[in-house]
């Protein structure tokens, strides 16, 4: 399995940027698709985006769509999620994931990941 630790996360200002960040070890960081998911207090998990092997295709959820960026440094074993105009609803804990499916498709769900981080509080103010 790899590990995977977060940070990155903090307090800000709505219309703010943050930068998350993802460092892997372990197995081979280049065999899993990456992940990110979030979950706000009293709400079940949710998906926020995903990434490639490669890092040549990226799919995200609507509600950041347009905001946030996933990208991956596989010389660095690093995930990253650059979020822009953050809004209070973006108040979560922001979760980066590994998931060795066989194949990357925009479908990949919460489940379909086999090692999750311990989290990173992203608190948006109003």
């Known amino acids: 399995q790899v590990q995977l630790v977060e940070s990155g996360g903090g307090l800000v200002q709505a219309g703010d940027s943050l930068r998350l960040s993802c460092a892997a070890s372990?197995?081979?960081?280049?065999?899993?698709?990456m992940g990110w998911f979030r979950q706000a207090p009293g709400k079940e998990r949710e998906f926020v985006a995903t990434i490639s092997r490669s890092g040549s295709s990226t799919y995200y959820a609507d509600s950041v769509e347009g905001r946030f960026t996933i990208s991956r440094d596989n010389a660095k074993n690093t995930v990253y999620l650059q979020m822009n105009s953050l809004k209070p609803e973006d108040t979560a804990v922001y979760y980066c994931a590994a998931s060795s499916a066989r194949y990357y498709y925009t479908g990949l769900k919460g489940a379909d990941f086999g090692s999750w981080g311990q989290g990173t509080q992203v608190t948006v103010s109003t």
């Open positions: 372990g197995r081979t960081f280049t065999t899993y698709v």
